[in-house]
């Protein structure tokens, strides 16, 4: 590939992940895009960029895999060394809070706060309500001010006069609007 491409398919890739976009506006969003892609890429040099490593083991919140990778807290403090010593005897010996404590080093939420549902329903549905009165109003300024009268050739009597003129003419009499109509009764078939 040339060093065009590259350039194109880093720059690319530099503006559609996450990461880069959230570091980008932290410092400004224009400068780090095209400083990096323009004197990394193209002089084949490494970017030194926050990469997740999916490989290596990772903490997450999902209701169908109750046992992450690792821990929720892997550095512990002095008190949570010693809950940690005080789990490795009897359990009867730990309290309720103990036993909680216990639960939050491995997890960051229990099944019924990950199952609990958000409020961002309203935001949407205040969102959709929104564009929908935008809309609205839009439609009705443009009813009112934008749009004039109805011609008058799509008032009755026109409509009317235009039909008995192509009914005249013959129009389409094969399969179209004239076969429709028997010309001996004078009324639509």
Known sequence: MSDGWIFVKYCLQKML????????????????????CSVQAVHGKDVSADVLDCSAPQYYNR?????????????????????KEKEKGPWTKLTREDKIALYRLTHELS???MRKGSDEWKSVVGGVFIFLGFSGLLVWWQRVFVYGDV????????VAKQTQRMLDMKVNPVEGFSYHWDYVKKQWK
Do not use: C, M
């Open 17 to 36: 992940t996450s990461r880069a976009l959230v570091r980008g506006f932290k410092i400004g969003f224009w400068r780090p895009l095209s400083s990096t």
């Open 63 to 83: 209701l169908d895999t109750p046992l992450p990778d690792i821990p929720f807290v892997r550095n512990l403090n002095s008190e949570q060394k010693q809950l």
């Open 111 to 113: 099944y019924p706060e």
């Open 151 to 158: 011609p008058h050739t799509l008032s009755e009597e026109w």
